[in-house]
């Protein structure tokens, strides 16, 4: 689908305005306060009855979910601080997966794109789109649809492969994955964490076994996956 000149059947158009109608939570999740603060404006001139909660960290995104049970919708940056590119992503994936994930990104290029799917979310929006895409794409989601541009979702089975085995990981075992990921020992990933060395020892062997791995190193390296290409936001 080109998100540049989307169209809309006769029940589509029909759902949207019933969208507009309704009342809902979205959740915008990125670390740049004016960034964040004007799509939140925009939003809300746009859509109806809609409620916008902000967040400007994976912790604050945690946060507004267990505070806010009815969140509809999360459109989520993928450099805030305390994440590692697409962890975050997988993280909510795994603890909150009725709730869709919308990735916004200065970097819209095709491997972010199709990374951002295959980890879980439910669409994709470059930052530099226009307001009404931002809505078309919001209400299509909301709809029960998706949001990809077709030209730059390509990827191969080594991808899906991956995706498939991080997703058995459990949140704290991605955290540990993170921490691997930064060469950490397990003692300092057992005062991250706040847990104990021998609970450390535990889900590192469970990482291994999970992802197929040899060694922390050849982990580091499938954690380092999920860091996306650019610095961009």
């Not at 004016?34 to 001139?45: D, G, T, V, Y």
């Not at 992503?89 to 009725?98: A, G, I, T, W």
């Not at 450390?200 to 062997?205: D, E, F, S």
Request: a neutral charge; glycine letters at 4%; charged letters at 20%.
């Amino acid at each position: 689908m080109d998100n540049k000149a989307p169209t809309f059947s006769t029940s589509h158009e029909a759902a949207r305005c019933a969208a507009d109608a309704a009342a809902y939570t979205l959740l915008v999740a990125d670390d740049h306060p004016m960034f964040r603060a004007a799509l939140s404006h925009n939003l809300r001139a746009t859509l109806a009855n809609v409620k916008i909660v902000e967040a400007a960290s994976q912790r604050a995104v945690l946060r507004a979910l267990a505070m806010e049970p009815a969140i509809d919708l999360v459109l989520l940056d993928l450099t805030m601080p305390d994440t590692l590119g697409f962890s975050s992503l997988v993280l909510l994936r795994k603890e909150h997966p009725h709730i869709p994930v919308l990735v916004i990104s200065a970097d819209d290029r095709p491997p972010t794109v199709w990374h951002a799917r295959q980890f879980g979310a439910i669409g994709f929006l470059s930052k530099s789109s226009p307001m009404d895409i931002f809505r078309d794409a919001i209400l299509r989601v909301l709809d029960g649809g998706s949001w990809f541009v077709a030209d730059k979702v390509h990827g191969d089975a080594h991808d899906l492969a991956l995706a498939a085995r991080l997703a058995l990981l459990t949140p704290q075992q991605l955290g540990v994955l993170m921490l691997l990921t930064e060469g950490l020992p397990n003692k300092q990933i057992a005062e991250r964490l706040g847990i104990a060395d021998n609970t450390v020892k535990i889900h590192v062997a469970a990482v291994l076994r999970k992802l197929r791995c040899r060694s922390r190193t050849q982990a580091a390296l499938i954690g380092q996956s999920l860091a996306t290409d650019s610095g961009q936001a």
